[in-house]
Every structure is written in structure tokens, then in C-alpha cells.
């Protein structure tokens, strides 16, 4: 049974850091793409940052040189590493693996507050 577990979520001041990971359990991890997408209140789900593979990073423009997007095979996990946050940041952050166009499993997802 494929399982994504996200964590780190949490309530942080306008301009600062946080970091959020996800580990993936229950399905082959190295092969596939991992995705970061958030779904702010009343507003549909988007894409956030995604990272191949091959360690091919592709961001939203709206977080491009705030966000950095990584992972490790070994362990099976991606983390999200945020700063300079902002209110309209705020949202719930889910991970899923799958191909580069979609997402076949996703997380439970972790709520991100940023207060101004």
C-alpha cells in the first residue's frame, strides 16, 4: 500500500523559514517524480515544485528563489525548504509521486500558516 506522509507544517511569521518533508513508504520512489502542491483556502490545488528523477527541479513563479525542492532516494523522502514566506503562502501543502505530467498518489498534506 503506497503511503505519503507529510510533515513540518505549522505557523510562522511573515519572512521567515520553514521546512516540510514527506516520506514515501509502500512504492518504488528513485524512478519517479516527486511533486509539492498547495492548496490555498477557497482556491484550487497548484502546483508548487516538482523534481524528476534525474534531480530536474521546475518551480512555480511565484516561489522561484524562495523555495527549494529536494530529495533523497535512499531514504525515500522529499523535503521543501521555504523562505522569505508570505501570507498569501498560506495554504495546505500535499506531496505525490508519479510522472512528470501527474500525480498517481498524494499525501494527506500539512497545513502552512503565514501570518503578516
Known amino acids: 500500500q503506497v503511503r505519503l506522509v507529510e510533515s513540518g507544517g505549522g505557523l510562522v511569521q511573515a519572512g521567515g523559514s520553514l521546512r516540510i518533508s514527506c516520506a514515501v513508504s509502500g512504492s518504488s520512489f528513485s524512478n519517479l517524480t516527486v511533486g509539492w502542491y498547495r492548496q490555498p483556502p477557497g482556491k484550487q490545488r497548484e502546483l508548487v515544485a516538482k523534481i524528476t528523477s534525474g534531480g530536474g527541479t521546475v518551480y512555480a513563479d511565484s516561489v522561484k528563489g524562495r523555495f527549494t525542492i529536494s530529495r533523497d532516494n535512499a531514504k525515500k523522502t522529499s523535503d521543501l525548504q521555504m523562505s522569505n514566506l508570505r501570507p498569501e503562502d498560506t495554504a495546505v501543502y500535499y506531496c505525490?509521486?508519479?510522472?512528470?505530467?501527474?500525480?498517481?498518489?498524494w499525501g494527506q498534506g500539512t497545513q502552512v500558516t503565514v501570518s503578516a
Open positions: 505525490g509521486i508519479g510522472s512528470f505530467y501527474s500525480m498517481t498518489s
